[in-house]
């Protein structure tokens, strides 16, 4: 869908009309391409002063398989874990060099007197970001501390992160990536998402790394021999979501309803993929699904990405429209979820990925259905990865929020509620089907052994909701 309004702002004319009026200046974010260097410039990192170090020497590791050019402060303790990575760091001079990505490791910050470490770094090079930047700050989950000055300034850590996504602009997206004590080696597949061009529609985010199976992958086809499906795949979000999954070496078996049967057909035969035709709300679907999977040797993903929308308010909406949304959306995932689980369809190191939706945050007029049916998704994703983390099989379930994503089902929104929805984010522009695809095969890469219950929110990060 054409962008007219974010197209004219790339001119220098319509520049020079936004600036003058303080009209939203979004900027054509990048995004990943085949072939590419994952990060596209070079590295800034830090570290807050203190013992602990682990975080840093892994993240200094995963930039040297990157070959990143990396830069440190001259008098920053992070140096020590960049010499062990075999990382010659080069140091920061006060000229006009501009950084692709600012890291800083936030470990040690455990009172309050330590946040200023966190001002000092950024604010020194806060007009130093290339456009489309990434800024990325690695913590410790404030929930794993007893000393309440501890936990306090670990959770600061987030107002900090989600101001900046909001004040940097130009594209640039801001992350906190909270790591459990001992999972410092699950971070890799994480680090690799963030500060790439894979994430360029996602900010604002908190994500939690924990224990789990960290699983060595080809980072060239880190989904490679591996087998997964995905619901509503015919089209939108669904067939980019195939897309990027086949791109990453996985096969994909496309399923959607009969009558999609043409547009399924061709997208999984450009995929050489497989097609499977199930209405995921009969009482069958989950047994069907399970056929497809034994034929295929087992599934090493479900992606749950089918749904509906009935817009009406409250007191227009029958009780159809009502019944439709919920079964499309949220039970017929809880019942294929239940069947797969208690038949062993799932193989060892399996990933769920449920798409929710920023209205099932924060709610929206004319969608309690939709709302209800998307935040319900969220309950189911807590709930099984609690089950999940009981068992030994390195099974993870986590979920994609999208906001405003540039489809055929926005596309057909009035024009004034459309642009408000483009422009009502720290981006100021609509996001498109890959976005949501690319964060999918993240969350879905055998390398996400440590992420489980994660809601990511793909919404440019959104003024609605958290």
């Not at 680090?191 to 939690?208: C, D, E, M, P, W």
């Not at 619901?231 to 496309?254: D, F, M, N, Q, Y």
């Not at 998704?377 to 068992?391: D, F, P, R």
Request: glycine share 10%.
């Amino acid at each position: 869908m054409s962008d007219r309004y974010g197209d004219f702002v790339q001119s220098s004319i319509g520049k020079k009309v936004a600036k003058n009026l303080g009209l939203p200046l979004p900027v054509e974010l990048e995004r990943f391409e085949s072939g590419q260097r994952l990060v596209r410039g070079s590295v800034l990192i830090g570290r807050a002063k203190g013992d602990d170090q682990s975080l840093s020497s892994a993240a200094a590791n995963i930039l040297s398989q990157l070959q990143a050019e990396v830069f440190a402060n001259a008098d920053d303790s992070v140096k020590s874990a960049l010499d062990d990575a075999g990382i010659s760091a080069k140091p920061v001079a006060d000229d006009d060099t501009k950084f692709k990505v600012l890291l800083f490791d936030a470990s040690n910050v455990k009172n309050t007197e330590d946040l200023k470490q966190v001002y000092e770094f950024f604010h020194k090079v806060a007009r130093r970001v290339q456009v489309s930047g990434r800024v990325i700050v690695l913590g410790r989950p404030p929930e794993a501390f007893d000393d309440i000055e501890a936990a306090l300034s670990q959770r600061a850590l987030e107002g900090f992160v989600r101001s900046v996504g909001k004040e940097f602009k130009r594209g640039i997206t801001a992350q906190l990536i909270y790591v459990a004590k001992g999972a410092e080696q699950n971070i890799d597949s994480t680090l690799r998402f963030f500060t790439s061009a894979r994430s360029a529609y996602v900010s604002g985010q908190v994500v939690r790394v924990g224990a789990g199976s960290h699983l060595e992958v080809d980072w060239t086809q880190p989904l490679k021999g591996k087998t997964m499906l995905v619901t509503g795949a015919s089209r939108g979000i669904g067939e980019s979501i195939a897309k990027v999954l086949a791109r990453e070496g996985a096969h994909v078996i496309g399923l959607d309803v009969e009558n999609q049967k043409g547009d399924l057909k061709t997208v999984m035969d450009e995929l050489k993929g497989t097609a499977l035709f199930v209405d995921i709300t009969s009482n069958d679907a989950g047994e069907k699904i399970a056929e497809a999977a034994k034929a295929a040797g087992g599934l090493d993903a479900i992606i749950h990405n089918a749904g509906i929308t009935r817009d009406k308010t409250l007191a227009n909406m029958d009780e159809q429209k009502w019944d439709l949304v919920i079964n499309i959306n949220l039970a017929s995932i809880a019942k294929i979820n239940r069947y797969l689980l208690d038949n062993n369809v799932l193989n060892k190191d399996a990933r769920i990925v449920c798409v929710s939706s920023i209205s099932g945050i924060a709610g929206n007029m004319g969608q309690t259905n939709y709302a209800t049916s998307k935040a319900g998704v969220i309950g189911l994703v807590n709930a099984t990865a609690k089950q999940l983390e009981s068992k030994d099989n390195g099974m993870t379930i986590n979920a994609v929020a999208p906001g405003f994503i540039e489809t055929s089902m926005t596309e057909a929104i009035p024009f004034a509620i459309r642009e408000a929805g483009r422009r009502m984010n720290s981006l100021s522009q609509g996001g498109l089907p890959i976005d949501v695809a690319e964060t999918i095969a993240w969350l879905a890469s055998p390398a996400s052994g440590g992420l489980n219950g994660n809601i990511v929110r793909v919404c440019g990060q959104s003024l609605l909701g958290a």
